[in-house]
Every structure is written in C-alpha cells, then in structure tokens.
C-alpha cells in the first residue's frame, strides 16, 4: 500500500484522547487504536502532552504522514471558539498553531462532531447518500455534522440548540452523559431523544440521520424506540468516526 494512501488521526474527547493510523482507501484503522484519559481540566498544555503521547505510542511522531486533530469545540480559521466540556482556557484561543509549535509539525484541525460525519459520508452509514445528512454524536456533549450532497457545513453545534421549558442546552438534557447522570433507563432516555430529534427533523427536515458516539453500539436498545419521518441509522464507525474522518481531511 502507498505511504500516502494513510494518514494519523487523533479525536480528543472530554473523556478520552484516541488516536490511530488510518488507511484511506478503505477508512479503517491499520494500527492499535491507543487511548489515553483527557487530563483532567483539558487545559491546552496538558492535551498537547497527551496528544504527543497518543503519537509517540503511534510511532507516528515525525510528518511522514499527514496528520489530523479533532477537537470539541467550534473550530474557525484554526481557532477554538467555545468550551462546553474543556476549560474556558481554549476560547478564542489560536489552537491549531499552538499543536503545530508544540508537535513541530503540521495538522489539519477540525471539530469533532463534523470529521465524524466526514468519515460516515465518506466510508461509512451515509456513504452515497444525496440530499441533507445529519450525524449527531451522543457522548459527554451532543456533536453535530450537516452535509449536503457530500459537502460539509462546518461547526453546527446542534448540540447547544435550546428550547425555553428545558431552560439548558439540548446536550445537557439528551446527550449520553445526561442518560448516565439521571439513571434513566433506555425508555426514558429516548423520550429525550424523541423530543431532540423532533425538533431537529422539522427545523432541517433532512434524508439522513446518522447517530454516533460510543452509545451507538446500542443503538437496538434505542433507535428503534423513536418515531420519525427521516430514516435514523448508527454510525458505522462509532468511536473510531473521529480518528478516520481527522485523518482523511488531513489527507485532502
Ligand atoms: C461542543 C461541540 C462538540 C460536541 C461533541 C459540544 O459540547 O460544543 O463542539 O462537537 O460537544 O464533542
């Protein structure tokens, strides 16, 4: 296989930092997938050491391939403009430059939620599919991605959607994290989520609804409890969207 038909692939996460060798012909991992723990506060120093780990462990430290970060926040012209699960520290802060200085490298930088929806159209649930796709993550955050016949719009943050009698952001009533905080059963949880999809389907009224984040693999436990018009499928890839879809933008 070409050296150039791969690329790295690292997703920081609220809770872990995963990272990967991604062959970009068939969008799968041909190395270890490794994962350290976010540090703890996510300050930007302490994720640029785990990061640098991630890649050591990788043996991918050096710019033989290219390279791909993702990250939970809005990401505009390589900077990070919100904060909703890391510390405030990375608003309006110029992030991509500051990985490029700390690993001495390039990268491509991007928000999570949207490689993930890249690496679904490209090789995964939505792949072929025309029309409006939504990938929306379901982990410590809701992540979302909104492509149209292939193209991406960046940064939605359907997650932080309000509606005035929840008084909060969508993700803190319905994302994965809230499932585990209240103890709701499969049940309850898909209420919240009958209600975010909902509300989602008629704003956007999309063809595809693709759901990701590690609580994807349950998706038997849940989707088929919810009642929409768009058709609504697990992600593919799961928790390895973010590795593959970083390391083929980077790759572009
Ligand atoms: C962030 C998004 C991110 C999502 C999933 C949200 O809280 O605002 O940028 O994509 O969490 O990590």
């Given at each position: 296989?070409?050296?150039?038909?791969?690329?790295?692939?690292?997703?920081?996460?609220?809770?872990?930092?995963?990272?990967g060798?991604?062959?970009?012909?068939?969008?799968?991992l041909?190395?270890?997938?490794?994962?350290?723990?976010?540090?703890?506060?996510?300050?930007?120093?302490?994720?640029?050491?785990?990061?640098q780990?991630?890649?050591?462990?990788?043996?991918?430290?050096?710019?033989?391939?290219?390279?791909?970060?993702?990250?939970?926040?809005?990401?505009?012209?390589?900077?990070?403009?919100?904060?909703?699960?890391?510390?405030?520290?990375?608003?309006?802060?110029?992030?991509?430059?500051?990985?490029?200085?700390?690993?001495?490298?390039?990268?491509?930088?991007?928000?999570?939620?949207?490689?993930?929806?890249?690496?679904?159209?490209?090789?995964?649930?939505?792949?072929?599919?025309?029309?409006?796709?939504?990938?929306?993550?379901?982990?410590?955050?809701?992540?979302?991605?909104?492509?149209?016949?292939?193209?991406?719009?960046?940064?939605?943050?359907?997650?932080?959607?309000?509606?005035?009698?929840?008084?909060?952001d969508?993700?803190?009533?319905?994302?994965?994290?809230?499932?585990?905080?209240?103890?709701?059963?499969?049940?309850?949880?898909?209420?919240?989520?009958?209600?975010?999809?909902?509300?989602?389907?008629?704003?956007?009224?999309?063809?595809?609804?693709?759901?990701?984040?590690?609580?994807?693999?349950?998706?038997?436990?849940?989707?088929?409890?919810?009642?929409?018009?768009?058709?609504?499928?697990?992600?593919?890839?799961?928790?390895?969207a973010?590795?593959?879809?970083a390391?083929?933008?980077?790759?572009?």
């Amino acid at each position: 296989m070409a050296q150039n038909s791969r690329a790295v692939g690292v997703d920081i996460g609220g809770t872990g930092i995963k990272g990967g060798i991604v062959d970009l012909d068939e969008g799968v991992l041909v190395s270890d997938r490794i994962k350290v723990a976010t540090p703890s506060g996510a300050r930007p120093k302490d994720v640029l050491a785990a990061v640098q780990q991630v890649l050591t462990t990788l043996g991918a430290a050096d710019e033989k391939l290219p390279l791909g970060v993702a990250f939970p926040a809005i990401v505009k012209n390589g900077r990070t403009l919100s904060a909703a699960n890391v510390a405030e520290d990375w608003v309006g802060f110029e992030a991509e430059k500051f990985f490029e200085d700390g690993l001495g490298r390039g990268i491509h930088f991007a928000n999570d939620a949207d490689v993930a929806g890249v690496a679904e159209v490209r090789y995964g649930a939505a792949r072929g599919r025309d029309g409006l796709v939504i990938l929306t993550t379901l982990g410590t955050g809701i992540g979302s991605a909104m492509i149209h016949n292939g193209m991406l719009i960046p940064n939605s943050e359907l997650g932080h959607l309000q509606r005035a009698r929840h008084k909060r952001d969508a993700e803190a009533y319905a994302a994965y994290s809230a499932m585990e905080r209240d103890r709701l059963t499969w049940k309850k949880w898909a209420k919240r989520l009958q209600w975010y999809y909902s509300h989602l389907e008629f704003l956007f009224s999309p063809d595809l609804f693709v759901v990701g984040g590690g609580v994807s693999k349950h998706a038997d436990e849940f989707l088929p409890l919810l009642s929409l018009r768009t058709p609504i499928v697990p992600a593919v890839h799961r928790n390895n969207a973010g590795i593959i879809g970083a390391a083929a933008l980077a790759a572009d």
